[in-house]
């Protein structure tokens, strides 16, 4: 019971945001997000698996003309509609039990239509999305220190939606791999590097000294909550949003040494204590050859020629509740995105996205291009370069809560060329921003 309340309340909420303002709405769906992970974890039914979609439908119903458009949006909007009706066409075919190929398509295009928000966002929205950032990775950082010091346990109990918080004990010395108030480590540290690229354009267009602190913390939050979640993978993008930020930002000389003065300290911070330093097994180069080649090459082509037309969606176990894991009919075992993208679409849904992925790298020169959120616009190409090529070697891309999300969010919002605000439109953003920032009081960080 305490399951469906929270999904009408997810629903309602975010649906009164999003009515307000787009901006709103996306904070609304981010705190949700946020806390997805341990609300599952600790009122564990069946309802709470669906916190956050009723999140998501709310806002999408939020939004009027969200699947409408102009000339400016149209190549993300044609690229959601065929990313989108090919999942919707496998549910007809007889593959999989009706329910399972529901849960499948939810996990196929459920977190698509972020692309078409993101290519409607407008400069006073994104300020308000990275002031829910930067408040957000605060307390979720907090949160992380306390597991850090008081043990994982006390936060998360032991149950079939906690399986792979219990499974990640790799950290030097048997300990945890810290996930805050995420579903597992890696959601923390995913949404933490997928928040870096909007929190650094923050502090570059913040307008106040306050604000400017509030964005610089939230940046630190981020890289410390990475270093927490123990992530490889996110270290390595975080370490690539800072270098194209050091090297390739437009910005100010002053605020160039700041992130280097932040990246100092944390790498004291991770020097100063071993379960830190997980990344350093990415020096290990035989490790790595064999983790990649067994993640991109393993099964890839005996699904080719078994199931040309895939195993229908959901068969290769795309986020199945416990409650209907055995109702899969031959499930695989996959260890790359793509793979399962063959494996529950076939052929034609791989060849959809290999068509899409390619229309996003192409966009490297308009992207690149001067003009509004420059630095933003750059850094969230990159890190979707980097979220993109990460499926190949691990699952989750399509269905993390809420790094999918935030992920589609920012390729819709590179995706399009950048919304133009009347000169009016933008002053009343900015006293909205501004009273906003005043209002708010950043929380202490130890």
């Not at 709103?24 to 009122?43: C, S």
């Not at 870096?196 to 267009?205: A, D, K, Q, T």
């Not at 790298?361 to 090529?389: D, E, H, M, N």
Request: glycine residues 10%; positive net charge; contains cysteine.
């Amino acid at each position: 019971m305490i399951g469906l309340v929270l999904c009408v309340l997810a629903a309602a909420s975010v649906y009164w945001a999003g009515r307000r303002t787009a901006g709103l709405g996306l904070v609304v769906v981010l705190v949700w997000g946020y806390f997805f992970g341990i609300l599952r974890a600790n009122l564990f039914n069946t309802f709470t698996y669906f916190v956050f979609d009723s999140a998501v439908l709310g806002f999408y119903l939020s939004q009027t003309g969200l699947f409408r458009g102009g000339n400016r949006t149209s190549a993300v909007r044609a690229w959601f509609w065929a990313l989108a009706l090919w999942p919707v066409v496998m549910v007809l075919m007889p593959f999989q039990p009706f329910l399972i190929s529901l849960v499948g398509l939810r996990g196929a295009v459920l977190f698509l239509p972020m692309m078409l928000v993101g290519s409607r966002l407008r400069l006073s929205d994104l300020r308000l999305l990275t002031l829910g950032f930067a408040a957000l990775n605060l307390v979720a950082l907090a949160f992380a220190f306390a597991e850090f010091v008081l043990g994982v346990p006390r936060f998360f109990p032991n149950n079939a939606a906690t399986y792979l918080i219990y499974q990640s004990t790799d950290v030097a010395g048997g300990f945890f791999r810290i996930p805050a108030t995420f579903g597992n480590a890696h959601l923390y540290g995913g949404t933490m590097a997928a928040s870096v690229p909007f929190l650094i354009s923050g502090w570059e267009y913040a307008t106040t000294r306050r604000s400017r602190l509030l964005m610089l913390i939230g940046v630190a939050a981020a890289l410390l909550g990475v270093l927490f979640s123990a992530t490889r993978s996110n270290f390595v993008i975080c370490a690539g949003l800072i270098a194209m930020t050091v090297f390739y930002g437009k910005m100010a000389a002053r605020r160039r040494a700041m992130v280097v003065v932040l990246i100092l300290i944390m790498l004291a911070v991770a020097a100063r204590n071993v379960r830190f330093q997980r990344f350093k097994s990415l020096s290990d180069t035989d490790y790595v050859q064999e983790r990649i080649s067994g993640s991109v090459n393993r099964g890839f082509f005996e699904i080719l020629l078994e199931y040309p037309m895939g195993n229908g969606l959901g068969g290769g176990g795309t986020s199945i509740p416990y409650f209907l894991a055995s109702q899969v009919r031959n499930p695989i075992g996959l260890e790359s995105e793509y793979a399962l993208i063959l494996c529950e679409q076939g052929i034609i849904g791989l060849g959809l996205w290999a068509g899409f992925i390619f229309w996003f790298l192409c966009r490297f020169k308009k992207v690149f291009a001067q003009g509004p959120w420059s630095t933003g616009r750059r850094l969230i190409w990159c890190l979707s370069v980097f979220a993109l090529g990460s499926g190949l070697l691990g699952m989750g891309l399509l269905t993390a809560v809420p790094h999918t999300a935030i992920l589609l969010l920012g390729i819709g919002f590179v995706g399009a060329p950048m919304a133009v605000e009347s000169a009016d439109r933008q002053k009343v953003a900015l006293a909205h921003a501004t009273l906003a920032q005043r209002s708010f009081r950043p929380a202490p960080t130890f």
